[in-house]
């Protein structure tokens, strides 16, 4: 068994088979006979695996026809140097099942073959826009240089009738160049026309006759009138009280803050602990459309102010009966957004008609009127109390206006922004405040300085409609219109809070509004 197999392996060798010389470049080892003898006979029972290289041939070599060496066209590496008739030698291999007609075609552009001709690239694509514009071309079989009817292929009548008109051709004449109307002596400046002069066959512009002019004069005045009427009439304020008893015994109005309700409403302190409410306690009714803002008394909060869709402010007690205690009539439009001032003596209104009123909270009359012909789209009052005479509105055309209450005027504009203005809310002890915009950004601003400080937009940010200051005013939450509410840091940095994003509701679309239990557990 073991001579037999020995004879075999020599065999083996000896019938290496061609392709692995040729890689190898060397020629195949025999296997010597001796070494075999040392192979131990193979034990009753075991198995053993003899593993046979495949022979087979590659599917696809360059064969050099001379000297009848393959190489592998796949190969990286060759370990000796193959000449060059064998390098580009054609490959053999298994023919393309797939290999159609079209396939086999030569091809040297997108649609197919083209032939090399002599034609110019300028006349060629002349003639083609030509087809393509008038539905005619010169025949390119046709000698060209005596043109005639027969020269051209596709709408020959076309062609006729545009006296063989191309693509990149005019049809006008260097000769037929429009003439000018002389413009006399260049020294006689009233009369000198000069580059000014009207051509040869322009026709004067027609003019109104005296009655026409006449007729359109009175149509431009009033129109010009009708729009001096809309600008002029704001809304004429009146006020009515709800409640018999404006004053108490002792002459003291509604805005007294009352004593009779079980806890002290005139302390500022911040209780222990907050407490989720439990129940609803009472629904005031009163507005026919939706309501827009509501601002508590400042400090007390025994009072409510709600303004509305309906033109309307009305101002609710909070205690006791919970009457509407007045109503504040003279916006001909929806009421966006109030502000009280620091003592709520007086408040601030901002309508759709463009106009921001000062009523008085106690007798309900309009103090003044501020309008700069855009619609105010918030309101805010300085909260340092000797500034209590100037305040600021975001409006519609992307600016932030500053009025001063006691001149009626205009003292700054803040105008960076590049959307109509959402909400103002002041921070860093009244020194700054933080605006937010349809830009889907935040500026920081300076007080009196028109150029923002602080600038943050971010790809992924979204316009946010509602931002309320926390009450330790160290943290802004604002109301994103990607349904989660941010925070930023309201100190030096204005940076995003990752850590507290509150997702949950569904807002896309309204400017749900945040706000905090005193504590800030909520």
Request: net charge neutral; proline share 5%; with cysteine.
């Amino acid at each position: 068994n073991m001579a037999a197999a020995a004879a075999s392996l020599v065999s083996y060798g000896s019938d290496s088979d061609s392709e692995n010389e040729s890689k190898s470049g060397t020629s195949p080892q025999k296997v010597d006979p001796d070494a075999l003898a040392h192979l131990q006979p193979l034990k009753p029972g075991s198995v053993t695996s003899i593993a046979v290289l495949n022979s087979a041939p590659e599917v696809a070599v360059k064969e050099d026809v001379m000297t009848g060496v393959h190489l592998d066209p796949a190969l990286k590496e060759v370990s000796y140097n193959p000449t060059f008739e064998t390098m580009f030698a054609p490959e053999f291999g298994p023919a393309n099942p797939f290999r159609s007609q079209q396939m086999a075609a030569p091809r040297n552009m997108l649609s197919g073959y083209a032939e090399p001709a002599h034609v110019n690239d300028f006349m060629f694509e002349q003639q083609r826009r030509t087809f393509s514009t008038f539905g005619y071309a010169l025949d390119p079989s046709v000698d060209t240089s005596q043109v005639s009817s027969s020269s051209y292929i596709g709408a020959v009548e076309e062609a006729e009738k545009n006296k063989g008109l191309m693509a990149f051709e005019t049809g006008v004449k260097k000769s037929e160049k429009r003439k000018k109307v002389k413009g006399g002596d260049a020294s006689d400046i009233d009369s000198f026309l000069g580059p000014w002069a009207k051509y040869q066959d322009e026709k004067d512009v027609a003019k109104p006759s005296e009655d026409e002019k006449k007729e359109l004069d009175e149509i431009i005045a009033k129109r010009q009138k009708r729009g001096k009427n809309e600008e002029e009439a704001p809304a004429e304020e009146k006020t009515v009280l709800h409640i018999k008893d404006a004053y108490d015994y002792q002459g003291r109005s509604y805005l007294h803050v009352p004593q009779d309700v079980g806890i002290n409403l005139r302390s500022a302190d911040v209780p222990d602990k907050c407490y989720l409410p439990k129940k609803q306690l009472h629904v005031w009714t009163g507005h026919t459309k939706g309501v827009s803002a509501i601002r508590l008394f400042p400090v007390s909060g025994h009072l409510l102010l709600s303004c509305s869709m309906d033109c309307k402010i009305k101002l609710w007690e909070v205690y006791n009966e919970r009457r509407c205690a007045r109503t504040f009539i003279g916006h001909s439009k929806a009421v966006r957004d109030v502000c009280f001032n620091n003592t709520g003596t007086q408040f601030l209104s901002a309508a759709y008609d463009r106009y921001l009123k000062l009523w008085d909270s106690e007798t309900g009359q309009c103090i003044a009127r501020f309008t700069n012909r855009k619609v105010p789209y918030c309101v805010k009052f300085n909260p340092d109390e000797d500034k209590q005479n100037l305040f600021v509105a975001g409006m519609s055309d992307k600016k932030i206006v500053q009025w001063d209450i006691r001149s009626g005027e205009v003292v700054q504009e803040y105008d960076r922004h590049l959307g109509a203005v959402n909400t103002i809310t002041f921070v860093d002890e009244n020194r700054r405040f933080v605006s937010t915009s349809d830009d889907k950004s935040l500026r920081v601003w300076e007080w009196d300085i028109p150029v923002d400080f602080k600038y943050i937009a971010e790809p992924s940010m979204h316009s946010m409609p509602a931002v309320t200051l926390s009450p330790n005013g160290k943290w802004l939450a604002c109301q994103s219109m990607d349904n989660q509410i941010l925070i930023f840091g309201a100190q030096n940095r204005f940076r995003l809070n990752k850590k507290k994003i509150f997702k949950g509701h569904m807002v896309a679309g309204y400017a749900c509004q945040v706000d905090f239990s005193p504590d800030m557990s909520f």
